[in-house]
């Protein structure tokens, strides 16, 4: 009986797990139902490709008054690289609202899986609204995503500068500019309340005052100005 050689090749498909990189020893043998054969190996090398770092997306916070508590939130990146350093960074479409020196964050630098706190101090007696990209970066690929900041306008109230204590001569009639601001509102209104011995009145922004006829002695003087919500009060000594 004749006897004949019989060569099979044979395919190996071989499947890295996910996300892993290295080298690897692979054994291999053949068996023909009974007996097996010379056992062979090779190593396998499997290259690293950057993976993208990702993290959820952030919800828009609930809006905020005007100079109240800071907005605070937290993001966690990751990276399927777990030495890759991951950094944040941060964008404002306002920054009338949020300048970038207006976002902090506790950790800028870090590796996969660090949770990182993020804190907004919108600037003060400014309201509207701004747009911050929150970008994270491996240095080889970035990955941004946005959410929106609202803060609500709340008047605030005027100031009226002090006024100092005055001394005039008998009969004399007085006057002097008052100053005051309110962040809110260019147009306020002013009012004074003089005494029985001290008629007084304010024109715009003037003050004028005067004893009645031969009176001398000190009064006290109270001037207010208000805009829709709030008033401001200053008072003085008028001596004559």
């Known amino acids: 009986m004749g006897t004949w050689d019989k060569q099979h090749q044979v395919k190996i498909i071989i499947n890295a797990i996910n ?3 290295g080298s690897g020893t692979l054994n291999v043998k053949a068996n023909d139902g009974e007996l097996d054969s010379e056992e062979i190996s090779f190593i396998v090398n499997v290259e690293n490709i950057n993976d993208l770092p990702s993290f959820t997306d952030i919800a828009n916070p ?4 005007e100079d109240s508590d800071n907005i605070v939130l937290s993001i966690i990146p990751t990276d399927e690289d777990p030495t890759d350093v991951l950094s944040v960074s941060f964008q404002s479409s306002n920054e009338l609202l949020i300048a970038q ?8 630098d870090a590796v996969t899986n660090t949770q990182r706190t993020i804190t907004i101090n919108p600037k003060d007696n400014a309201y509207g609204e701004s747009t911050i990209t929150v970008s994270v970066s491996d240095a ?3 990955i941004s995503k946005q959410f929106s900041v609202i803060v609500n306008s709340i008047n605030d109230a005027p100031v009226l500068d002090s006024i100092d204590d005055i001394t ?3 009969d004399i009639i007085g006057s002097m500019p008052l100053v005051a601001s309110d962040v809110d509102y260019v147009s306020l209104s002013y009012e004074v309340i003089g005494s029985n011995e001290i008629e007084a009145s304010i024109t715009e922004n003037i003050l004028s005052f005067n004893g009645i006829e031969n009176y001398y002695g000190s009064s006290s003087i109270i001037v207010k100005v208000f805009d829709l919500s709030f008033t401001s009060i200053k008072s003085f000594s008028l001596t004559t």
């Open 62 to 65: 609930d809006s905020t008054d």
């Open 101 to 108: 020196s207006d976002i902090s964050i506790d950790i800028e």
């Open 140 to 142: 080889t690929e970035t």
């Open 168 to 170: 005039i001569n008998e």
């Open 19 to 21: 996300n892993q990189y």
